[in-house]
């Protein structure tokens, strides 16, 4: 099952024409690792809402979680008819539209994920930083 609701409700709330403000508060890529640590009762303050696991076991001893870089909501939507996985997980699963964190680069993502912390919280926000103590961009 696809939430066509919610994938319509954040794509209509946009800073700026074709820019989707990311759901900081719920339906953020930045989410993913909360959400993972409550299926394990853990202390998580930002999992998605209880919604997104209607009718689907969250009872599990394990999860796996596949991040397939640049591949937004739009790939997903011209894809799952051509690709018979994308199609079964569609049909046979519950698919949620996320909107991205910011800045939306590999670096930034990969970090988030990796820490569960939101990119203004973890500071890696591209691929160069200034270090004072090293003479500038590294």
């Known amino acids: 099952m696809i939430d066509e609701n919610l994938a319509r409700d954040l794509a209509a709330d946009e800073l700026a024409p074709g820019f989707v403000r990311p ?5 953020c890529f930045a989410n993913v690792p909360d959400t993972v640590l409550s299926l394990f009762g853990g202390d998580a ?3 998605f809402p209880a919604s997104v696991f209607d009718g689907v076991t969250t009872g599990v001893e394990n999860v796996v979680v596949v991040l397939v870089d ?3 909501w739009n790939f997903f939507e011209r894809a799952r008819g051509d690709h018979p ?14 909107t991205s964190i910011f800045p939306s680069e590999t670096a930034a993502a990969v970090s988030t994920i990796h820490t569960g912390r939101q990119p203004a919280a973890h500071a890696v926000l591209g691929w160069n930083a ?5 003479g500038g961009f590294v």
């Open 23 to 27: 759901a900081w508060e719920d339906y």
């Open 45 to 47: 303050p930002r999992p």
């Open 70 to 72: 640049g591949f937004g």
């Open 85 to 98: 996985f994308l199609g079964r997980l569609s049909e046979r699963g519950r698919v949620t539209p996320l």
């Open 130 to 134: 200034h270090v004072e103590a090293l």
